[in-house]
Nanobody, 125 residues
């Protein structure tokens, strides 16, 4: 059974930093790219960042580029999202996800089959 479990969310002030973690089990982690997505109240779920199975490819939404960093630790089957310079617009539930196929690298959330339950990030002024 594939499971993705996010952690690290919380309530922070504008300008603060947070690191989210996504712990993965039930699949061969090193063969899967992982994506981070977020959904704010009343808005559609959107792509935030993605990392390839090898870790050699990474991409970011324009709204977070330069502030967020995605990384992975294959020894721990975990992907991280380091978030700095948080602002009010970053308030959302953050999800990590894995695609249906090994080695598939995609920004399209429709290609992602396995999802975590999400972790809330709230940024206050």
């Amino acid at each position: 059974q594939v499971q993705l479990v996010e952690s690290g969310g919380g309530l922070v002030q504008s300008g603060d930093s947070l690191r989210l973690s996504c712990s993965v089990s039930g699949l061969t982690f090193s063969r899967y790219s992982i994506g981070w997505f977020r959904q704010a109240p009343g808005r559609e779920r959107e792509s935030v960042a993605h990392i390839s199975a090898s870790g050699g490819l990474k991409d970011y939404a324009s709204s977070v580029k330069g502030r967020f960093t995605i990384s992975r630790d294959d020894a721990k089957d975990t992907v991280y999202l380091q978030m700095t310079g948080l602002n009010l617009e970053d308030t959302a539930v953050y999800y990590c996800a894995a695609p249906a196929s090994t080695y598939l690298y995609s920004q399209n959330l429709q290609n992602y089959k396995y999802w975590g339950q999400g972790t809330q990030v709230t940024v206050s002024s």
